[in-house]
């Protein structure tokens, strides 16, 4: 049997209005697409109906592409993506929002720069080629503020590190997840909704490996049903960058780097 081609990851939580419109989507795009490919939600301890509405979705769509649901306690987005990425076995693995903020139709950019010899394809809404649609003012500035912030205190030269629409060769996530430490294997349980840092980990192990990594342009909604939580999230995140840069400048994170980075 030939390896699947594509899995699309998708971290829920609390997505009971939004799902089942989601999976139409996905499922409707990838079946038209001549590789094959499977969809994994990863439920990250929705207190809604989120988990029944995949189930009853599962049970009622047996036409490719396959839809499988992996069910998390509630330890954060980060923990959930990971999860997602460390269960497939395709050949290229991408994750991607549950509201589909960046439209599932943009994935062929993604596959197109891994198929080219890149190891990473990141979605970025900033720069010639990007769109954001209907982003309130304050919370456009706020995330530039979030960027400067990772570029001063990381080795992370991005336009974009945290737009949720980012693609992997197999191999790739699968070293870069197995190794993140802010929420891994031992990442605590969590209350309420929680925006992390996981991607500029994510990224500067990538970067410190030597993985190829391409900036894709991509067009991006706000979407209405997003609550505005910056005054919550922020010091998180912010925590998340600094537990970074701590952690790279005590060498913690050349314990278990490939002996062979990418491209090698």
């Known amino acids: 049997m030939s390896q ?24 409707a795009y990838l079946g038209k697409q001549e590789y094959s490919a499977s969809i994994l939600v990863v439920d990250d301890g929705s207190s809604d109906g989120t988990r029944r509405v ?119 996530a699968h070293d870069l997840f197995s190794r993140v430490r802010l929420y891994g294997e031992d990442a605590k349980p969590l209350k309420g909704r929680a925006i992390t840092g996981f991607d500029v980990e994510v990224l500067h192990l990538a970067v410190q490996a030597g993985y190829r990594i391409e900036e894709i342009p991509v067009h991006w909604s706000y979407r209405a049903g997003r609550r505005p939580t910056f005054l919550v999230d922020a010091p998180r995140m912010l925590a998340d960058v600094l537990k970074v840069r701590r952690m790279a400048q005590h060498g913690t994170y050349k314990e278990g780097q490939p002996e062979h980075t990418a491209g090698q």
């Open 54 to 172: 995949v189930r009853s979705y599962i049970e009622q769509n047996d036409a490719p592409p396959d839809v499988r649901l992996i069910e998390n306690d509630h330890r954060g987005r980060g923990y959930a993506v990971r999860t997602g990425m460390l269960a497939a076995t395709s050949k290229y693995i991408l994750f991607t929002d549950a509201d589909l903020a960046t439209p599932i139709s943009e994935t062929g950019k993604m596959i197109g720069s891994l198929e080219a010899g890149h190891d990473i394809a990141i979605g970025t809404r900033e720069g010639i080629g990007a769109a954001r649609a209907n982003e309130p003012y304050l919370r456009h500035l706020a995330g530039r503020a979030f960027n400067l912030i990772v570029r001063l205190f990381t080795s992370l030269d991005y336009h974009d590190t945290q737009c949720g629409f980012k693609g992997f060769r197999r191999e790739v």
């Open 4 to 27: 699947l081609f594509l899995t699309v990851v998708i971290p829920a939580y609390n997505k009971e209005q939004q799902i089942q419109a989601t999976l139409e989507t996905v499922t």
